[in-house]
């Protein structure tokens, strides 16, 4: 069971939601990238893995071999804060780039969203150590349920499925870290109010 629990935690990792967001959005959403060719699909979805994914990574090694977090896991609340920033960071560089390609302003306000949630963790950090695992699939959430109420997607099964995997995601970080029930929830409401909320909002506008 440990052991299930720790590799759900690796296979659903927060710096790999912004890319598992983007494609679901890409799968379920034409509009997001309408004028886009189907290499352009891939290109774009190698660039937001390489800068919110790849990068953040490779800066968290070096930092551990620097001593300056003790481990990937980063289980105290006070290592946190430069890889935040630094997330932070790669996130405002994805964006920029982002506005660069020719996508649906929804996939913009997607990344605003994380960032937004990045962002306000951070800050939360000082003082109590939120879930960032919940954060990460609470994004993934708030954006599926966004793009039905924006778009109308139809998105009821791939919702179904991002809501069980964030059920077993918390299980799995109640088991295998020292997140306590608030620290999970509250994750997850921030992470699905962020993405939800920045990508919605527009609509209105």
């Known amino acids: 069971m440990h052991f299930a629990a720790r590799l759900l935690s690796y296979v659903l990792h927060p710096l790999l939601m912004p890319l598992v967001t ?3 959005m890409l799968q379920l959403d034409p509009h997001v990238a309408y004028f886009m060719p189907p290499n352009g699909k891939l290109l774009l979805l190698g660039m937001v893995a390489v800068m919110t994914f790849l990068f953040p990574v490779m800066s968290v090694l070096l930092m551990r071999r620097a001593g300056l977090v003790t481990d990937l896991e980063l289980p105290r609340r006070e290592e946190r804060m430069a890889p935040y920033l630094i997330t932070l960071l790669y996130g405002g560089m994805t964006l920029y780039l982002l506005f660069r390609t020719p996508l649906h302003p929804i996939a913009y306000a997607l990344f605003i969203g994380i960032l937004c949630a990045v962002g306000i963790s951070a800050i939360i950090t000082f003082w109590w150590k939120i879930s960032a695992h919940m954060v990460g699939i609470g994004g993934l959430v708030g954006a599926l349920f966004a793009l039905e109420a924006v778009h109308g997607v139809e998105a ?3 919702v179904v ?7 077993a995601l918390g ?3 109640l088991l295998t870290s020292d997140h306590t029930h608030a620290q999970v ?8 109010a962020c993405t939800f909320t920045a990508m919605v909002l527009p609509s209105f506008g």
């Not at 499925?161 to 059920?167: F, K, Q, T």
């Open 22 to 24: 983007l494609w679901a």
């Open 161 to 167: 499925i991002a809501i069980g995997l964030a059920g």
């Open 156 to 158: 009821f099964l791939p």
């Open 171 to 173: 299980t799995a970080r």
């Open 185 to 192: 929830h509250m994750g997850m409401l921030l992470g699905a």
